[in-house]
Each structure stands twice: as structure tokens, then as C-alpha cells.
């Protein structure tokens, strides 16, 4: 669906994109993650046909971005990360500007526009003035408005940026429920974790190279990280210990008495984890909830990253 | 091209078309005001016209040319302003790249977005034409609007094309409006004013209104004497192909003069 071969962007003598390689198949979601500065925007304004490629080509549906952009832009759905709305237009006729803009037939267009409202839960708002909308719902309807024409791909730039914590939650349910509409997504972030529990695939991007890529799981084999699991035990916790420590891929038990909770450091597969608490519940230790701490995916980006910007 | 043709009115005309009536809603919070204060207006408009038609006496109809004149000043000065604000508001407001990454010609992308900037003004010299139409001379009228209709209309598109090449170049629409006006004043007042004091030093007839306006000719009248009508007439004629010749240009490579701008990225607030 969606091929970067030596994509390349330079501004003087700053490379923002250095020679990235990539491919996405169809209905793969693709987190493109890097820290500020790392070129995640840059890489999705060449593929949105806004930006030259210094170098290199992007193929979306096999058509070139450099030779047929104007081929691209019917196929992809681009969400930049910072946007604006036009003042004076209502929601409904924002989206039947695009509509229109993107050729669909005036018939079509306003049980269209009622579909990605509803879609994107904005039906309410539909006669209000864009301009009036919350950051969120602005979000949303610049969402929407990608899904007008039904693109194959949809090119996200962090679009949960700026958002309060609730407001993510809902874009994250939005997403999933794009998921299943079996579309090609990229999106972008500076945070792993928020992504890494939906997205197929990973690509984490620092100085314009992409330093790792594959499935989280597969990153996580790749550098040899260790899983932290979180236990929460209510009783059996002085056990934990002993029975752990057994274990050839535990690395480290610490356990917090207090807490009546305990963590669990071990360099194994997903699927390991049932293993581990399998031995423990045999062994009378009541664990009443186990979960992968987010934080270890920062340490994973903290450690696949350097800080470096392009 | 792989898109479907072009078909119907161009959507940025109907969007600004929207904007446009919806500029209404400036006047007040009620549509009951809003109507009262559009029907004063227009009220106001009728009795004014109505009081010209009686003011200019015939004798007085000389003073086409200098309303003409005036007019055309104040114009001339605000298209480029007003063309070079197109895509560079766009980029300001953050609008353009949603705008560009939709699969519109560049035909439909400049034309729509120059119709729909131009509905205010082109309303306006729409209301101003009745009193310059009653001021006119009835002798001169069709020498008179023969010059005007042959001179202003190229210049006009001249000084669109110029507007929106700083419009694609330039990233602030402030900026942007000031270059190009800056331009628009330096070659098509300042240097033919300057000429014209010098053709008028150097002994030389009185500047015609058309060598003020019309920079081609009066850059020719520098160089010898040329100011046979026969001549000046191929001022206008010049200048309308060069403007359109100029406008073809910019349509059709517009998108390498705005696309691939290098575009600033405003940092998110969150971290
Ligand atoms: N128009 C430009 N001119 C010069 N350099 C630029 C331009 N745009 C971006 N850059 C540089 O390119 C690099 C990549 O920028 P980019 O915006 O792609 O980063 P990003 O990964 O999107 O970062 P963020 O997470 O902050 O959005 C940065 O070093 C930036 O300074
Ligand atoms: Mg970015």
C-alpha cells in the first residue's frame, strides 16, 4: 500500500529525512514514533504531496508521490498536526466544501457528510460554526473531513496532540473503530505507549533514520529488553519471591509489602506471562490483576532513541 | 489526469460564496438588525444616487475623469493587497496544506480562490459604477470609457498575477500584502510619476493620464518622444497580452511556486 524507498528530505544542510525505507501493507497500522524534530512531519508532508522529496520516491498504491502527485492526493487522507478551520462556514458545510473539492457528486454528499459525522460523533454539532468547536471536536472533524472521499490510506500527524486526557481516549476509541474499516493508517506520536497497544507495526524515527521497526514485540526481542509486569496479590505475596526467582528469564522481583503489590522484570515473550502466573497461582499466591507497565515502553524508546535531532 | 474533470461551479467560489453571505452576521447578533441595518444601507445608497443624479449638472460632467482617476488609484492599490492575501492568509490561518493536498486543479485553485477574495470589491465597484455612469460627459463618453475599459482591465490582471506570486512566495499574509503593494506602487506610480516630471523638465508635452497609468508607455515615452495616440494605443494592447500571457504562467505552475515552499512547523504546546 504505502512504499518509502530512500525517502529523503534536506533543507540546506539540515537533513530532516535521511534515506527511509519502509513498506506497508494493506490494513497495516503503522505508529511512527520519534522524539521532537525527529522528521515525522516532514516524511508525512512528502507523502501528503506538500513537501519535494530532496531524494527518493514514495509509492502509495504503487503511484509515485514525486512523478503523479496529483494521482496521490484522491488516495490519501492527510490529518496534519496543526491546523485551521475557516472562519463564517458551518461544520456541514466544511465538510461539503471538502466533499466537493474531492469531486463527490452533490447527491452523495450530504448522506456522506451524516456519515462521518456520526462516525466521528459530531452529529450534534453539525449546524454549528467551526470555529466555535472545542480543540477535540476540531480534531475530529478535520478527521472526518480525511474520511470524506474514503481514502485507502490515511496519514496522521499526531493527531492527539494537544488533546486533554479524555479527549486522547476518545480519539483512541475513533481510531480503533478505523482500524476495523480496514484502511492502511500511518500515524505519528512522540509518546510509544499511546500507540503501541493498536498499531500493527512500529517504526521509531530519530535524526531523520528510522533506528528500529517491526512489532513492538519484535523491537523488544531486537534489543534485548526486559518486560516489567506488574502484579497486584492479595495474598502469598511473601512468596513471590522464592517461586520467581526459580525462573530462568526473571531477571528481578521487587516487591512492595505495602502496596501488596510486586514487579516483575523478565526477558521473555508475551505469552510467557501466562506461564509465570500459571506457576504462581499454583503455588496459592492470589494474583487479582497482572499488566506490561507503560513505562516500560518509554524505557524502550529511551533506549532504542539518543536525544539527537536532526 | 486522473481525477474527474472539473465539473459544476468551482467549490472555492461557492465556499467563499458562503463566507461571504454569512459576513452579515458581523452587523449583530439578531437577524432582525442585521436586515434593518443591510436595508439602511441600501436606503442610504438609493438617496445618494438619487442626490447625484440632480448634483452633477452637465457642466460639472467633466469631473469624470477625475473621480475616474481616483478611483482607479484606490483600486489599483488594493488589488494587489487583496490578491497577494489569497494563500498567504490560507498558510497563516493553517487552511492551506488541507486546502492543497485536496486533488483541485491549479486552474480551479487560483481562479476560485481569486473570485471568491474579489466578491467584496468587485460588489463594491459594482454599487460605485451608477455615479461614475451619470458623471459622464455625454460627448466623451465613448472615448472616455473606451480608454478606461481598454487600459484597466489588463493592469488589473497585472497586478493580480503580481499579487499572487507574493501571495505563494511570501509566509506572512501581512508581509505578503506589503510587498506586493510595495511593488504595485514603486512601478506603477512612483517610476511613471517620476517620468513624467522628467518628460515635463525635458521640455517634453504634458504627461497623459494613460502614461501615469500605463508604466509601459510611459517607460517607452522615456526613451524618445512617443506620445502619437497610434502609438499609446499599443500600450493597452501590450500590456494585455503580457498579463495574460503572465496569469497562463502563474496558473499553471502554481503549484511549484506554493507547494513546495518550505513550510515552518509551529511546535505543539504539549509535550
Ligand atoms: N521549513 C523548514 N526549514 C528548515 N528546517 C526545517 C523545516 N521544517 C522542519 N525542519 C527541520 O527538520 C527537522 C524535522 O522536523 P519535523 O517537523 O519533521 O519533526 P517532527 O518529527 O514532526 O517533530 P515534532 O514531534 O516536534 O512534531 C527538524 O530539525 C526541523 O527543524
Ligand atoms: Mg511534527
Known sequence: MLDLVNLTKRYHDLTAVDHLNLHLAPGEIFGFIGPNGAGKTTTIKMLATLLRPTEGDALVDGVSVVAKPEQVRSLIGYMPD????????????????????YRIPREQRSSLIGDVLALTDLRIKRDAFVEELSRGMKQRLCLAKTL?????LLLLDEPASGLDPRARIEMRELLKQLRRTGKTILISS??????????????????????????????????????????????????????????????????????????????GEL??????????????????????SASDLEGLFMRVTRGQVA | MANARPRGVNPLLVHSLRQFMRARRKLGQRPLGQWIILLSAAAAYLVSLASWWHLVRPADKGAFSTVVICMMIGLGLMVPGLSAGVFAQERQNGTLDLLLTCPLTNRELVRGKLLGQFLGPLTIVGLALPFLILATPAADAAMLWGATLS??????????????????????????????????????LLLPMLDAAFCEL?????????????????????????????????????????AVWCFARLELGFDRLVRNTEYSPRRSADA
Request: net charge negative.
Open chain 1, 82 to 101: 496543526n491546523f485551521g478551520v475557516y472562519d463564517d462556514v458551518k461544520v456541514w458545510e466544511y465538510l461539503d466544501f471538502f466533499a466537493s473539492a
Open chain 1, 148 to 152: 470524506l472521499h474514503d481514502p485507502p
Open chain 1, 190 to 267: 512522540h509518546i510509544l505507549s499511546e500507540l503501541a497497544d493498536f498499531c500493527t507495526t512500529v517504526g521509531i524515527i530519530e535524526a531523520g533514520r528510522l533506528v528500529a521497526s517491526g512489532s513492538v514485540e519484535e523491537i523488544i526481542q531486537q534489543t534485548g529488553l526486559t518486560r516489567t509486569l506488574e502484579l497486584r496479590i492479595t495474598a502469598g505475596l511473601e512468596r513471590v519471591e522464592t517461586v520467581l526467582r526459580e525462573v530462568e528469564m526473571v531477571r528481578d522481583v521487587v516487591v512492595d509489602a505495602d502496596a501488596g503489590t510486586c514487579a516483575v522484570s523478565f526477558a
Open chain 1, 271 to 292: 505469552d510467557d506471562v501466562a506461564d509465570l502466573l500459571k506457576m504462581l497461582l499454583d503455588d496459592g499466591v492470589r494474583v487479582v490483576q497482572a499488566m506490561e
Open chain 2, 151 to 188: 487600459t484597466v482591465p489588463p493592469l488589473i490582471l497585472a497586478l493580480v498575477c503580481l499579487g499572487v506570486y507574493c501571495s505563494a512566495r511570501v509566509r506572512s499574509a501581512a508581509g505578503a500584502r506589503a510587498v506586493a503593494t510595495g511593488v504595485a506602487l514603486t512601478f506603477g
Open chain 2, 202 to 242: 525635458s521640455h517634453h508635452s504634458e504627461p497623459t493620464w494613460s502614461q501615469i497609468f500605463c508604466p509601459c508607455v510611459s517607460y517607452l515615452g522615456l526613451v524618445g518622444e512617443i506620445t502619437e495616440p497610434g502609438l499609446s494605443a499599443l500600450g493597452p494592447i501590450f500590456l494585455l497580452v503580457g
